[in-house]
Each structure stands twice: as C-alpha cells, then as structure tokens.
C-alpha cells in the first residue's frame, strides 16, 4: 500500500472505496479512517465506512458513519438510504422509516431509495404503502426485475393476486433466473388453490438453486395440496433430517399426517409446534400437561390459533373436565359466553392471546397448563376417539326461542349462508366463495335465506340483490356477537357455509351444515368423503381439482332440492 502520509483525504477515498468494492474491508477501513483524520467533515469518507460495515453486518458501527454521512451531506440520497437499511437491520423501524422518506425527498429519483422505503412498510407489514414504494421505484427503473418481484410479492400479501402474478411474469422476462420470482409466484399460486401451477414454480426455483430449504418446503406444500400426502411428508421428512427446526416443515408434515388420518403420528408432530420457543407469550408459568394422572388436579386451558380451531378442538374440553378436579378454560373474548353455558363445571376467561397472564391471580391455581389444540394429542388419537356428541355447544334457549319468532318463512326451510372464510393469512382467497356466484342456488323459493357472514355486509347485499333480484335476509349486527349467533344457528334448518367460523359453530352446536370445501381443503378436514369426523351433523362438497365452484353450487342445489321435496322442515 502506497505512504499514506503522502496522500491526500481524496486519494485515500478513492482508495478506500475500491478496496471496499473488492471486500478488503481492513484495508478499507484503514484508508477512510486516513482520510476522515485529514478532513473530518469528508460525508462520501462517512458514507463509505458506513457501507463497509454494512457489508459486514456489523449495524451499530454501521449507523454511526452513515449517521455522520447524511449530517456532513444532507443531500446525499445514498447516505439516507443505507442508513435507513442499517436502522431496519437493528429492527428500529421509526427511525428507518425516517431515514428513508430523507432519501426519496432529496433524490426522489432514485429506485433504491424507494425499494428501501418500501422494504421497511413491509417489514412493518403495511403492504399498501409497501405497493406504493415498489410501484414508483419501478418506474424510475423499469429494467429493474428486483422493484417487479418486489411489487408482485407486496400486492400478493395484500391479496392482489392476479396483478402480482403479472408483476412475477415481468420480473422473469428481465431475469429468467431470478429464483425469489419463481418462489414468489409459486406462493401465490398456492394462495389460489393452483397446486399443480404451483408445483411447476417451486420445480423452477430448484433447478436453478436446489440448496433453498424455504423452496423445498413450498414445494412439499403443493405436493400436500394436489393430495399426494406420502411424497410431501418424505419431502418434509427429508428437510428435517438436515434442519430438525425448520417450522414450516414441521408443522405441515403434522397437517399432512393429520389429512392421511394417521391421527396418532400427526398429533405426536402437531405438538412440535410449541418447541423451540414458538409458544412465545402463551407461557403461564406452569408445568404443561404431558398426559398425568388428573385425580386432585387443576388444568388450565388456554386459547390459540383462531375461532374456528378453538371452537373444534372444544369438543375435547368434556374429555378433560371428566378427569380433573377442576378446569380453567382461556378463550377468545366473543366465545366466553358460549363456553361458560356449555361448560358450566369449568371456570371461563374470556379475553385476547396477547393479554397479560395477570389474569389468572383471579381464578383457581392450577397445577398444569395446556394448549386447547393439545387436548387432541390425548383424546383424539384414534379414528374410534371421535365419537363426539352432536352439540357439545349450547346456545341461550331464550335468545333462540327469540329467533325462532322472527325467522319466520313461508318457505319450508330457512337456511343461513356464509361465503367468506379465513383471512389473508389462512387462505381467504381459496376458502371463499364469491356471492354473486350463489345466485342459482339462492333462487329457489323452496327455502329463505339469511346471511351469516361476518362483517359489514349491507352493500354487498344490495349489489347482490340489484344483480341478481334474489333476496338475502341481512341479520345486521346480530352476527357479530357469536352467542347471538349460535342463537340464529339453532334457530335454522340448515346453514351453507364455507370452511368458516359459522361452518365449525354450527357442526358444534349439532345443527345439519354443508360446508363447501376448495380442491385444498385445510388439514383438519379429509381430503374426500362427506363426513367431518369433529362434526357429526356436518356434510362436507369437496370441490374437485378441476371442478369451478359454479359446478359445485349446482351440485348443492340439487341436493337442496331433493332435501326439500324429501323432508321439509327439519
């Protein structure tokens, strides 16, 4: 290296930065610090001890210099941005958030900066400012294939599948082997119930870069969801013998054991959900409940997952009442009225999964604690174990004696219908069912209809009928409070729903339910029959994989008609 004493500050800059380029980050640092002893104010000296730090991941030492860059160069886009991405790097989100709007207003031009920014909306989750970053960062570079994938996977967690399945096609005619777009877009044909599409992606990824464990495990999903179950559970299987931790690995090669019915292995799995410190926030101090004698002793249950699985696994909640001293049941807020008439020898605590355990001074101590989706590792290990009870739930005889007094139809059955389940995050898009496509089983003046759809759905209701003149009975608020909702339930001679909070509540409360079923069904459903074994009153339409749902609903309209003509009110 040349006498550094003789060099001036912009020389050893100069230096600096090409040896930074080639990865002598030493000898990098080394130079810049010559520099910055020459001239202490050098922002581009700054900026390029920040980026050699952020090259080695080193964040805190990197925030330091970058900080000095943009306070001795507060027009420097560069600086801002990598600043902003060192932030992100430490999780301080506010202040990366900043750091990155400085750098899209001083250099509003540039597609980095607007890439960075959008990278921490989607850090943060927000993905229709995430879409907007992405978008403009597009435009000011249209060659870059990193702002389309990008774009296409922020507009695929918003639920925009089609325009982010165009953004993945565009990303890989710029970058044929961009392996995160053949992901990416393979993850949304999953999102979409397009498992062989699916497949296709994921076989792309890997042939370019076989080594991507995130990949090898997608495509085990799609193998899962085109029901061959023995090739995925060898593909988790084979993931797991070089990763035992990877969570998305061992909690779908649970579901695909549970989707085979191999009930015993699948729940022995499903426990793994809670290692490796997944059960975050949902520890109360106790020991967890490994199948000891129960004689003297107090459980406590608490909630996880969504309403739909709290409500299923309560079918095992008689099981362990039956055996314990005394229970304490956690459940969401809306099923707390539910659960204290249905369970009236347990002690019910309604509340969210992200409160304080500070609640349980108030109740009866307990000597274990268990997850309410492990009571079935213990009680539903055999097919034989789920003879349950039609209507282990019960609802508030007055409220439904009230129903039954404004339901009134003069058709011979009165049927509520539920077309949406789940959310962005649980398949919404593969589970739901579009209401304008009801319009030929609605239209039978054999039955009435009611809808059950959670949410504000008065103007979907409106268009429907303008479109399609069928009439659905809007039940208003009522529907969201689930005990007035079981109350409506039981009031019924039939509930229509998809896979849904309505479709578990009704099979809950043993009332007759069809529940409409995509070609990938969730584990907790089988993947052909019309038998749900946690729902004795439930029927399921299993939806083929090259069946539309217009056929489907054509099916069940059918069956509707030949129901009427054959029984009437039930």
């Not at 004795?536 to 008609?561: I, Q, Y």
Request: proline share 4%; charged share 20%; with cysteine.
């Amino acid at each position: 290296m040349r006498n550094e004493t003789a060099v001036s500050a912009t020389e050893l800059l100069r230096q600096g930065a090409a040896m930074r380029e080639l990865a002598q980050y030493d000898d990098a640092v080394r130079c810049l610090l010559r520099a910055l002893e020459i001239k202490h104010d050098l922002a581009a000296a700054h900026l390029e001890l920040g980026l050699a730090y952020l090259d080695q991941e080193r964040l805190e030492d990197a925030v330091d210099y970058l900080e000095l860059a943009v306070h001795f160069g507060p027009e420097c886009g560069a600086g801002w941005q990598h600043l902003g991405a060192a932030l992100a790097g430490l999780g301080r989100l506010d202040a990366a958030l900043a750091a990155c709007r400085q750098a899209t207003a001083v250099d509003p031009n540039r597609c980095g900066a607007w890439l960075t920014l959008g990278g921490v909306h989607k850090a943060r989750e927000e993905w229709k400012a995430a879409i907007d970053c992405y978008r403009t960062a597009a435009t000011c570079d249209p060659e870059s294939a990193d702002a389309l994938c990008l774009l296409g996977y922020a507009l695929h967690r918003a639920g925009e599948y089609a325009e982010s399945r165009a953004h993945f096609d565009s990303a890989l005619q710029l970058s044929p082997d961009m392996v995160q777009a053949h992901h990416n877009l393979g993850l949304s044909f999953i999102e979409t119930a397009q498992p062989a599409e699916a497949l296709a992606c994921f076989d792309r990824a890997l042939a370019i870069n076989g080594e991507l464990i995130e990949t090898s495990a997608s495509r085990a999903h799609a193998l899962r969801d085109l029901g061959r179950l023995n090739e995925a559970i060898s593909s988790y299987d084979e993931i797991l013998s070089t990763q035992p931790d990877f969570f998305d690995a061992v909690v779908n090669r649970a579901h695909a054991l549970l989707m085979k019915g191999d009930y015993a292995a699948g729940w022995t799995a499903y426990e793994q959900r809670l290692d490796g410190g997944r059960e975050i926030g949902r520890d109360f101090n106790l020991p967890r409940w490994r199948g000891e004698p129960l004689e003297g002793k107090r459980v406590l249950i608490y909630a996880e997952q969504g309403l739909g699985d709290e409500i299923m696994f309560a079918s095992c909640l008689p099981d362990i009442l039956s055996l314990a001293a005394h229970c304490t049941i956690e459940c969401n807020t809306r099923l707390a009225p539910l659960f204290r008439r249905s369970f009236p020898a347990a002690h019910v605590h309604g509340g969210e999964k992200t409160d304080d355990a500070g609640w349980l001074a108030g109740f009866p101590p307990a000597d274990y604690q268990i997850a309410i989706g492990s009571l079935a590792n213990y009680f539903r290990r055999l097919p034989t174990a789920f003879r349950v009870r039609a209507g282990y739930l019960t609802a508030a005889a007055t409220r439904v004696e009230h129903w039954n007094s404004q339901l009134i139809s003069s058709a011979p059955l009165r049927v509520g219908i539920a077309w949406r389940g789940g959310t962005l995050k649980s398949r919404q898009y593969a589970r739901s069912v579009p209401l304008p496509l009801w319009a030929p089983l609605l239209q039978t003046d054999q039955a009435s209809f009611y809808a059950l759809q959670y949410g504000d759905i008065t103007l979907e209701l409106e268009c429907f009928r303008a479109q399609s003149r069928v009439a659905v009975a809007d039940l208003g608020k009522a529907i969201d409070d689930l005990d007035e909702l079981a109350a409506i339930i039981n009031a019924l001679d039939l509930v229509i729903s998809v896979d849904s909070t309505v479709s578990h509540l009704a099979g809950a409360l043993g009332k007759p339910v069809w529940t409409l079923l995509p070609a990938s069904p969730e584990w907790r459903y089988p993947r052909s029959g019309v038998s749900m074994p946690w729902y004795p009153s439930m029927r399921l339409f299993h939806r083929a994989l090259d069946e539309s749902w217009e056929t489907l609903l054509a099916r069940v309209a059918n069956d509707l008609a030949r129901r009427v003509k054959s029984n009437g009110r039930r």
